[in-house]
């Protein structure tokens, strides 16, 4: 698939490497939707866009699930309509035909029907519209023909109100407004980490246990400064599996993760990402440290992985 690039200022990341940030980077551009010279969407769709302007929304760096919905009875019939009318669904299972008709260029206005909803560990937890009409299209690439469990979107944008009770059928979650939405699974995010063991299946296996780590994270919806922090290390920083694969080698247990205000925030809002890793011999802690930025929308790194001194 083609890749979108980026709106993220671009930040110099020790120990990254280009296939890494590549494997997240996977939706087709948004060039692929041809611009219209009207641009109709669902009425609770613009309702939501202005409530989150008035709303003062907030920074969303989050990682979940997108699945459409249908908000209503007659958009749901009419969906079952528009299969009847894709000529190539003989034998398709209900998702690859629903995927076929949600990819049709003719469909758009049935895309912009649907009630898309983000779920993280499962859970419900925003509503996505777009802040840009033009890209509907993610949230389309977000839908994939053969699901699989570790089917994953990284979504950027603003928190804002929780959506009206007519809005998707009754949910009521925050609306998140985005500005961009990466579509990848999590094989794809660790095969494509730069492997810093001359063991690579136990490099993957440390990475991976570093990753599902950050994604259950209690109540990491995306939101705090803590939570933005930790997703964007878990996509775009690649150090932090190598530090977690170098110390279980060293037969160390992977203990906490905090997240503290830096003493170098000043003007801007920086974040210490700090690791702990407890020796199964001595019980000696370890601790390294990463500085994120996450004044704005898109975070950025600030200093690489670091040994951390408690004060």
């Not at 409530?51 to 760096?61: I, K, N, R, T």
């Not at 894709?86 to 949600?102: F, I, N």
């Not at 160390?252 to 003493?263: E, G, M, Q």
């Amino acid at each position: 698939m083609e890749q979108i690039k980026a709106q993220e200022p671009t930040v110099a990341q020790p120990g990254d490497a280009s296939a890494f940030n590549s494997a997240i980077e996977t939706s087709p551009a948004r060039t692929a939707v041809a611009p219209q010279t009207t641009t109709p969407s669902c009425p609770t769709c613009a309702a939501a866009q202005a409530g989150g302007q008035a709303g003062l929304p907030s920074h969303v760096y989050v990682i979940g699930h997108i699945e459409p919905r249908f908000p209503l009875l007659s958009v749901e019939k009419e969906a079952w309509q528009a299969i009847k009318r894709e000529a190539d669904t003989a034998k398709d299972t209900d998702h690859q035909a629903m995927h076929k008709v949600l990819t049709d260029p003719n469909n758009r206005y049935l895309v912009r029907q649907l009630c898309w909803v983000l779920s993280v560990q499962g859970i419900e937890t925003y509503i996505l519209v777009p802040r840009d009409p033009l890209d509907y299209q993610l949230l389309v690439n977000a839908h994939r023909s053969e699901p699989k469990p570790g089917d994953l979107e990284l979504v950027i944008g603003f928190r804002g109100p929780i959506a009206n009770p007519s809005m998707c059928n009754a949910l009521m979650v925050h609306i998140v407004a985005f500005d961009q939405i990466y579509s990848f699974d999590r094989e794809s995010l660790l095969e494509a980490l730069p492997s810093t063991e001359p063991d690579t299946k136990r490099f993957k296996a440390a990475a991976g246990e570093m990753f599902d780590r950050i994604m259950n994270q209690s109540d990491n919806a995306g939101a705090t400064d803590a939570d933005r922090a930790l997703n964007y290390l878990a996509v775009r920083y690649s150090q932090i599996y190598a530090t977690a694969a170098s110390e279980f080698a060293k037969n160390a247990s992977f203990t906490s993760i905090d997240v503290l205000p830096s003493p170098l925030s000043g003007t801007r809002k920086i974040v210490d990402v700090v690791f702990a890793f407890t020796c199964r011999d001595t019980d000696v802690v370890s601790k390294h440290f990463v500085r994120v930025d996450v004044t704005e929308e898109f975070p950025f790194l600030v200093t690489k992985m670091s040994p951390y001194y408690d004060r």
